[in-house]
Every structure is written in C-alpha cells, then in structure tokens.
C-alpha cells in the first residue's frame, strides 16, 4: 500500500486526502473553481495547511454533458497552475486530471505533477498507457463508461460491481506486463452510473479489494448525494461527509474531495474507532 512518488513513499495503509483545484469554469461545483494565479496558490497553500496529501488538478470539466475545452487550453491552463503549486510548495504532491496523454505528458515532464489520474482508465487516449509506462509515475486508474457527453444517457451493467472489476482486471494486466507498478484505482462514482449504481457500488466498495490494489473514493458533493437530499452542491457538505465515512469503513485508501478539513476529520473519527483499519480477508 505505499506509492513511489519520485522516490518518496505515500504510504497508503492509513487513508490519505486528495484536495481538489479545478481551473476551468465548467466545474460542476462553483467551490472548486480557481481561475486565478493568486487564486491558485491560495487555495493549493490551504489545503496543504488543512492537511491534504495531494493535490489535484484539473483544466477540463468531466460533468455530465460538459463539452470539452480544447487540447491547447487544457494544456496551458493546468501545466500553468502545477507550475504555479510546485514553484510555491516544493514537496507538495500534485497529480494532474486528465485524460489526454499529451497534457499529462507535460504536465509531468515540464510543469513538476507527480501523478497522472486518468478519468477514463485510457479509454479515450490510446496513448495514455504507453505515456503511464514510459514515465514510470503512479496511475489513477478511474472507470468511466462513455464520455462525458454521453455517460449517463441510461447507463446499464448486469452487476455494476462485477462489470467494472472486469473492465479492471484486464486493463491493470495489460500496465503491470508492460512494468508499471504504482497503480490506484476508482470506480468512478457518477461516471456511467446512475444513483442506484452509485450507492450499489458503495455497498459493495469492499469487493473491489479484489485488485488489491488502493481504491479512491470520489464522492465528494456529487449528484448522488445532493438529489436525495434533494438540495444543491453547495449544500450537500453533510452528506457528504456521511458517506466519507462509509467509503473509509469499505476500505478506501483516498478520499477526492473539495473540502480538506472535513475529510480529514472523518478520517480522524474513523482512526479513533478503527486504529488498525479494516482488514478485507474476503471481498465483501
């Protein structure tokens, strides 16, 4: 359970918090958007005093239905802004949400992230992998049926669980063959899923443990959580939290959030009740 960032070990055995910094417009939650260099820094400094373990950063909205910024800006929004953090904060860990293996190429190569977390698994870049291995930098391995624009158009799984741990096994194969050894993976709330496979999945994230691989929870203010409640992402900070807690009880090892100082709280509690963790001896 430890990542190898640039030969510093994330141990993983106790759970981490991954703050989010979107630099674009399009975020589905307006609290997560840092459009300026002032804006940027700020906010990288205060999650990193809340305690966040890295930081992600994203040029490209991935909400349903959005439509895609273009190669070229997405490129030069997110290189400006890990240049912006690393410059600032040295030892800062930052990963880069994209897609697209040339942003992440230089993202890493020119601008300092550590860590590639790939939304769609490298389903949409068919570069992506072979870029992953080259680099020799920990992969986020998400799932994602579709695209953005399409994935929740009746989204359908015969077991929802079952079909992703699948579509995983093959493509964690095919990168450890080929030598890439630091991977994480996410099931990719509301990406291809509907609220009853969103919750179906959260039941079950124990049995994802199959990969025995770290799993990252991304459930922070998604629709899953503020449609039942049946209030706004800017109001869905509790519910959020609550299921934090659930993710942490199933095993996860990284929270993606907007908020740093509540997740690091439930992971607090979490710690006082479980100082050893959960132990998954089967996947349940």
Known sequence: MFINVKGRLLDLSHPRVMGIINVTEDSFYKGSRFMSDDQVITVAGEMLDEGADILDIGGCSTR???VPVSEEEEMKKVCRAVELVRKEYHDAVISVDTFRSSVAGAAVRDAGADII???SGGEMDADMFPL?????????????RGTPQTMQLNPHYDDVVADILMWFGERITRLQQAGVKDIMI???FGFGKNAEHNFEMLRRLG???AARLPIIAGLSRKSMIWRTLGVTPDESLTGTVALHMTALMKGASLLRVHDVREAKEVITLFEKIYPEGIL???YS
């Open 207 to 209: 049995e994802f443990h």
């Open 117 to 119: 977390n790939d939304i």
């Open 132 to 144: 992953v291995t080259a680099l020799n930098v920990p992969y986020i391995m998400m799932h994602m």
């Open 280 to 282: 998954f001896d089967h």
């Open 186 to 188: 996410d099931p990719g």
């Open 64 to 66: 349903p239905g959005a």
